[in-house]
């Protein structure tokens, strides 16, 4: 069973950081691309940050040079540093794995979410 655990939520002033973490258990971590989704009150869910299994990132436009995504494989962990943050970035934040296989059938796992809150 996949499971995936996401902490570091929480209020934060705007301007400041916080650092998410997320880490699976139940699947072969260093196989798998990892993301980071959001979805903030009456929006859609948002594609935040991806990193590939060997290390390749990419970013939404809205948080490109303020959000850097890394990962642990040996902690079976991703991180979500996000800095200067903004009221806009208020949302629950999702953590995601993506298992896929040679056979083209692709599993995603999604984490139960974690609160972020931008507020002065």
């Known amino acids: 069973q996949v499971r995936l655990e996401e902490s570091g939520g929480g209020l934060v002033q705007p301007g400041g950081s916080l650092r998410l973490s997320c880490t699976a258990s139940?699947?072969?971590?260093?196989?798998?691309?990892m993301n980071w989704y959001r979805q903030g009150p009456g929006e859609e869910r948002e594609l935040v940050a991806s990193?590939?299994?060997?290390?390749?990132?990419d970013y939404a436009d809205s948080v490109k040079g303020r959000f850097t995504i890394s990962r642990d494989n040996a902690k079976s962990t991703v991180y979500l540093q996000m800095n200067s943050l903004k009221p806009e970035d208020t949302a629950v934040y999702y953590c995601?794995?993506?298992?896929?296989?040679?056979?083209?059938?692709?599993?995603?796992?999604w984490g139960q979410g974690t609160q972020v809150t931008v507020s002065s």
């Open positions: 995601v794995t993506v298992e896929s296989y040679l056979n083209g059938e692709v599993f995603d796992f």
């Open positions: 139940g699947t072969v971590f260093s196989n798998n691309a």
């Open positions: 990193i590939s299994r060997d290390g390749k990132t």
